[in-house]
């Protein structure tokens, strides 16, 4: 198999910081889209992979996994693509394509699901690399058609931030009556206030933190809510059809529970790991309310998104940097410091 050589940013152990590296990418096979990677988004996830915090990074990592490019080249038997086409890679880039979950668009539940970084890549029988880098070449598949309209820059966290949002909101049936609460304004939160409020539903957003508010409803939220305040936490009892959970870290979700309707369900994206304030169930059974997952969304439904972006020009807020500027970045990410994502302009790569 013909390989080309390539810059990327990447690491070798939890301790060290990014830095540019030189990783092998496929020459197009007959159903593969090679891509000229124009920006990358840098998501939570990239910083939790890198630095080891779930346990199962295998060294070296490339992250990345909200790519925005350019088509260079495709295969002989793609019919999705053209060379030149706007086109995008999420979370995934291959499944096993014939689970009861992948036959109906469901490839992010298939227990064979290969990550865009971080999984196993069949032909070159090595590590997945993502999007910290120059190229990439992916099974046309799980290659996305971005409209031309929206910023380019803008649209790269929707791959990752956008879809985790979306996908419940779809599940869910939100509409113009449905009440939404969005628990944190970060990444995942501003990417749900945006896409909520464009399906018509009141947006509520809930916020610790008082200065939020003139954010929280420029993007479109209807009411902010303190969630340290008894007072309005208390109003808001029995309010809720659904509340999109987007905190990264454990807290206690018993306050938003109580503040579901009857039927309500609250969806958890953002904290992966154990629940340590116990669960009070009263609420639930009284209400018959429902604590959910729900991992970001099939290739089928991401297009529905970027579709539907591109009829409302919905794009996240964003911070462009440059690639040599990732450690700073993964710095600030930690302290909440950027508004609403990072995206990286590679051609400061090349």
Known sequence: MDTTTIKAYGTQSPEADLKQIQIERRSALPDDVAIEILYCGVCHS?????????????????????????????????????????????????????????????????????????????????????????????????????PENLDKAGIAPVLCAGITTWSPLRYWKVGKHSKVGVVGLGGLGHMAIKLAHALGAHVTLFSRSPNKIEDAKKLGADEVIISTNEGEMEKAMGKFDIILDTVPYNHDFNPY????????????????????????????????????????????????????????????????????DINTAYERMLKSDVKYRFVIDMKSLS
């Open 257 to 324: 529970i109580a503040t579901l309707k009857t039927n309500g369900t609250i969806v958890v994206l953002g904290y992966l790991g154990p629940v340590e304030a116990p669960l009070v169930t009263v609420p639930m059974i009284m209400g018959r309310k429902t604590m959910a997952g729900s991992l970001i969304g099939g290739i089928a439904e991401t297009q529905e998104l970027l579709d539907f972006c591109g009829e409302h020009n919905i794009t996240s807020d964003i911070e462009i940097i440059k690639m040599q």
């Open 46 to 146: 990239d910083l939790h992979f890198a630095r080891n915090d779930w346990g199962m990074t295998q060294y070296p990592v490339v992250p990345g996994h909200e790519i925005v490019g350019r088509v260079s080249n495709v295969g002989k038997n793609v019919t999705k693509h053209k060379k030149g086409d706007l086109v995008a890679v999420g979370c995934l880039v291959d499944s096993c394509r014939s689970c009861d979950n992948c036959k109906v668009d469901l490839e992010q539940y298939c227990p064979e699901w290969v990550g865009t970084y971080g999984g196993f890549d069949k032909h070159l029988q090595t590590n997945t690399h993502g999007g910290y880098s120059q190229t990439i070449t992916v099974d046309q598949h799980f290659v996305l058609r971005v």
